[in-house]
């Protein structure tokens, strides 16, 4: 009995205390997001349009980010009869563009406009029981200029 009420417990407490993190993320990175609106990112080597730019900088951000305990039960249970993880898409959501938003830092604190070449590289950090991924790694780079555009 006391197994239950512990799991039930912990099920409960990763539902409200990870959807209160997930959204508080959420609104940071939409607000972050308006700051460095003006940083453009391409994700091809050589974007039409671009002229007269400076030389380039390297600029990354990384970003590690773990699921709830809730949302890891969710998504195993629906692993069990298949579909879309929606659990694991707004992990990924956000991981993606917290990494993205990081390099636009490091952009802007080069006194950089523009970025170009943009790759993303994702990796899961750790697995729990039956290889789920509950922690993610994304890694997001590119070459930062200064550049005007057409």
């Not at 707004?90 to 943009?118: C, D």
């Amino acid at each position: 009995m006391f197994e239950i009420i512990l799991f039930v417990t912990l099920l409960l407490l990763g539902y409200v205390f990870g959807r209160m993190a997930e959204k508080k993320h959420f609104n940071s990175i939409i607000e972050r997001e308006q700051q460095y609106r003006n940083i453009l990112t391409f994700s091809k080597r050589f974007p039409e349009g671009i002229t007269n730019h400076s030389e380039g900088a390297l600029v990354e951000g990384n970003v590690v980010i773990a699921n709830d305990y809730f949302k890891t039960i969710l998504a195993a249970l629906k692993g069990l009869v298949g579909g879309r993880l929606t659990a694991y898409e707004s992990l990924l959501e956000r991981a993606r563009r917290e990494a993205i938003l990081r390099m636009k830092e490091s952009a802007n604190n080069k006194g950089m406009n523009t970025i170009i070449n943009v790759k993303l590289e994702t990796s899961s950090i750790t697995k729990g029981q039956n290889n789920q991924v509950s922690c993610v790694e994304v890694y997001a780079y590119g070459t930062a200029l200064n550049a005007d555009l057409n």
